[in-house]
């Protein structure tokens, strides 16, 4: 404090002070009156002037340069996100062009692949089946800290985590669901759910809690199935031990949309196969085994979905 | 007279010449212009208090100037510029403080 009171105390040069002081008795000359001393004078203000006009000069010159160099960094960012939006634009025209040919096709191939249509999810479905709604515990914590256990994302451990969803998902298709969406994504042969960062991704797409789980199936045996499976008994273990809501109810209507697109790049039929060449109107088997086949590879959710039928 | 004949040349000058600063001393302008106003500032209220002198005026305003530039330029070097030039305007930004308030108990006598 001493340095700022010093400051305060002594804001007058001292210079001025002792100048007055040899002076004398001379007593107060309050301008110079010899010539020299005045130019002096008048030098000195002409250099402090000089340099406050400076100063304020060159604030003048570069703050439009800088707001010029602002102004086209923003058209620039506003015109690559038009382009990225017209691109996005393209994909998702391009992608519903993709979605009506698939289904065209998929239409052509007759009857029985409407069956293929329904397992790979390229369709909506409805019928009966179960909700199950999944949420964190509620002191959960999503961000702000002082919780019970003073930390946030999944370290929380009242908070829903994708192994839980892998689990709940697996244990639904395990007990019978025909067809599965969380949070209004259908689940296909190609999703995966995963974590990144705070939130649970369900096809890179990342969803909000609470987790709403539709699953259709025969409801009131899929329920039951479900709460008496492994998975079931996790969930259970979950609510009771952690906090997890959890809320199985069977109804009997659900509407599941469709996946937005599937597209295969690289995977083939192989015709060295049995029943593949062709294509798949010469399915092998009858419908129901054939669905069952065919969820059975649908697996990157997990590895034992149907197998353990 | 020939003050404010000097303060409106020194205005007209830096107007119209338009000096290049070069670039090597454009990051201590900002400071040379507070430590101006300092020693202008000071210079009003000395000459209002009666203690004026033209030396002590010109001599501490050419020395606030350099002294100003060299602690940012040292600050610059040991990596501590910005808080040093902060340190340099707080400083002289209370003293033109307290000068414009002894001006204004001069003026207005309040």
Do not use: C
Not at chain 1, 117 to 139: F, I, Q, R, S
């Amino acid at each position: 404090m001493s340095l700022l009171t010093n400051v305060m105390e002594h804001s007058l040069d001292e210079g001025y002070a002792e100048a007055a002081a040899r002076r004398g008795a001379s007593g107060p000359s309050r301008l110079p009156r010899a010539l020299s001393s005045k130019l002096g004078l008048a030098a000195g203000l002409v250099l402090a002037a000089v340099v406050v006009t400076l100063g304020a000069a060159q604030t003048q010159v570069s703050a439009p340069a800088e707001a010029r160099e602002r102004q086209k960094l923003i058209d620039r960012i506003q015109d690559e996100t038009r382009g990225a939006d017209a691109l996005q634009k393209d994909v998702d025209s391009l992608r519903d062009t993709v979605d009506a040919e698939q289904q065209a096709a998929l239409k052509s191939r007759g009857d029985g692949d409407r069956l293929v249509e329904l397992l790979a999810a390229a369709t909506p479905v409805h019928g009966p089946g179960v909700e199950l709604v999944v949420d964190d515990a509620e002191e959960a914590s999503s961000g702000d800290t002082g919780g019970p256990r003073e930390s946030t994302g999944f370290s929380d451990t009242g908070r829903v985590r994708d192994r839980d969803m892998q689990r709940v998902v697996n244990g639904l298709w395990a007990s019978g669901a025909e067809a599965i969406t969380v949070n209004g994504q259908r689940l296909t042969a190609l999703s995966a759910i995963r974590a990144a960062g705070d939130a649970i991704l369900v096809d890179n797409r990342p969803l909000a809690p609470p987790y709403t789980v539709l699953a259709i199936g025969d409801g009131k045996r899929l329920g039951t199935a479900f709460q008496n499976s492994v998975d079931g008994q996790y969930l259970r273990m979950l609510q009771h031990d952690y906090g997890i809501r959890a809320d199985l109810s069977v109804r009997d209507d659900l509407r599941l949309a469709a996946a937005p697109s599937l597209i295969l790049r690289y995977a083939t039929p192989d015709p060295a196969a049995p029943g593949t060449p062709g294509g798949r109107s010469a399915h092998p088997q009858g419908a129901g085994s054939a669905g069952r086949a065919g969820h059975g590879a649908s697996g990157n959710t997990s590895g034992n979905k149907k197998g353990e039928k | 007279m020939i003050a404010v004949l000097g303060l409106v040349v020194g205005v007209v000058v830096g107007l119209v010449v338009r000096p290049v600063v070069p670039s090597g001393v454009e990051p201590y302008l900002p400071i040379a212009v507070v430590a101006a106003l300092d020693a202008v500032f000071g210079g009003l209220r000395a000459m209002l208090d009666g203690i004026f002198d033209d030396k002590v005026f010109v001599v501490s305003f050419l020395s606030n100037v350099v002294v100003a530039a060299l602690i940012v330029f040292l600050g610059d070097k040991l990596g501590v510029g910005a808080q040093l030039s902060t340190g340099v305007v707080v400083v002289l930004g209370i003293r033109i403080f307290s000068n414009a308030a002894a001006i204004r108990r001069h003026v207005f006598r309040a």
